[in-house]
T-cell receptor, first 114, second 111 residues
């Protein structure tokens, strides 16, 4: 298996632009997580899906952030409009839902908003 | 209180020594815990999981869970320079599957 695949690896954009991050989870995994990592705040959970349904989006910082999972093999995280404080590494992770769930992370997207 | 707390370090140990990494958690965190290792510029990777009180060993790694004191630790025996990384402790919070991470402890293994 190729693991969790994220694209793009790097994104540089200007403030106010729309940014779309993409994720393909591991086949057969039924949960998907979006995390954001910064030096100051560490790894923060933004939203997670179970069987393509958003379960908890309390970590989404504000209405500028939205996430979708139209099918079991694809998810997007969109920021519109982007701001410099959104600069971070965004990770997607997938797993098999359950209390002993182990997550597998993608390589991340390094986002820089100028 | 944060749900999962770690000392940010850096923790510096000489090669061959035992590295001890600690993590405390709040009442909101359930009893499944994980240790992830993250090399600089890379994504976190799972190295250990522990669900029951006590010790769990896997090669040079030992995870320890103490539910009464609400802490979980990771011991790395015979530390190697390749163990230099940030170690993230994680646990499930709430009734749903919400994996919450600590901010990580940076480990430096010196020659």
């Amino acid at each position: 298996d190729a693991g969790v695949i994220q694209s793009p690896r790097h994104e540089v954009t200007e403030m106010g632009q729309e940014v779309t991050l993409r994720c393909k989870p591991i086949s057969g995994h039924n949960s998907l997580f979006w995390y954001r990592q910064t030096m100051m705040r560490g790894l923060e959970l933004l939203i997670y899906f179970n069987n393509n349904v958003p379960i908890d989006d309390s970590g989404m910082p504000e209405d500028r952030f939205s996430a979708k999972m139209p099918n079991a093999s694809f998810s997007t995280l969109k920021i519109q409009p982007s701001e410099p404080r959104d600069s971070a590494v965004y990770f997607c992770a997938s797993g098999e839902a359950g209390p002993s769930e182990k997550l597998f992370f993608g390589s991340g997207t390094q986002l820089s908003v100028l | 209180q944060k749900e999962v707390e770690q000392n940010s370090g850096p923790l510096s140990v000489p090669e061959g020594a035992i590295a001890s990494l600690n993590c405390t958690y709040s009442d909101r965190v359930s009893q499944s815990f994980f240790w992830y290792r993250q090399y600089s510029g890379k994504s976190p990777e799972l190295i250990m999981s522990i669900y029951s009180n006590g010790d769990k060993e896997d090669g040079r790694f030992t995870a320890q869970l103490n539910k009464a004191s609400q802490y979980v630790s990771l011991l790395i025996r015979d530390s190697q320079p390749s163990d230099s990384a940030t170690y993230l402790c994680a646990g499930y919070t709430g009734t749903a599957s919400k994996l919450t991470f600590g901010t990580g402890t940076r480990l430096q293994v010196t020659l």
